[in-house]
């Protein structure tokens, strides 16, 4: 059982930066790789970027490509969305993802824990 808990979200300008964490519970978050999706309005949920349960691998959507880094320290069972150059086209309710495996998926079906979302909103 992992429960998470996303934070960091607000309102930001075009071009600024925003990070966002994910805090994870339970003894086995190393055991989990970790995604980052979002969701605008009228829109389905996209994913943004993810990693291995050891955070060596990391791979992103090419419209967040040179401007998010996802990152995660597991001594504090926490997983990172670094967004700098942030656009309107950002803005979104953006959710973090756990799956049981070493490796990730850009496929939200394949993330078995959500957290309850954190809104980012960048203005004109």
């Known amino acids: 059982q992992v429960q998470l808990v996303e934070s960091g979200g607000g309102l930001v300008q075009a071009g600024g930066s925003l990070r966002l964490s994910c805090a994870a519970s339970?003894?086995?978050?190393?055991?989990?790789?970790m995604g980052w999706f979002r969701q605008a309005p009228g829109k389905e949920r996209e994913f943004v970027a993810a990693?291995?349960?050891?955070?060596?691998?990391?791979y992103y959507v090419d419209s967040v490509k040179g401007r998010f880094t996802i990152s995660r320290d597991n001594a504090k069972n926490t997983v990172y969305l670094q967004m700098n150059s942030l656009k309107p086209e950002d803005t979104a309710v953006y959710y973090c993802?756990?799956?049981?495996?070493?490796?990730?998926?850009?496929?939200?079906?394949?993330?078995?824990?959500w957290g309850q979302g954190t809104q980012v909103t960048v203005s004109s």
């Open positions: 339970g003894r086995t978050f190393s055991y989990y790789a």
């Open positions: 993802a756990a799956r049981r495996a070493s490796s990730y998926s850009i496929d939200a079906d394949e993330y078995y824990y």
């Open positions: 990693l291995t349960w050891s955070g060596a691998s990391t």
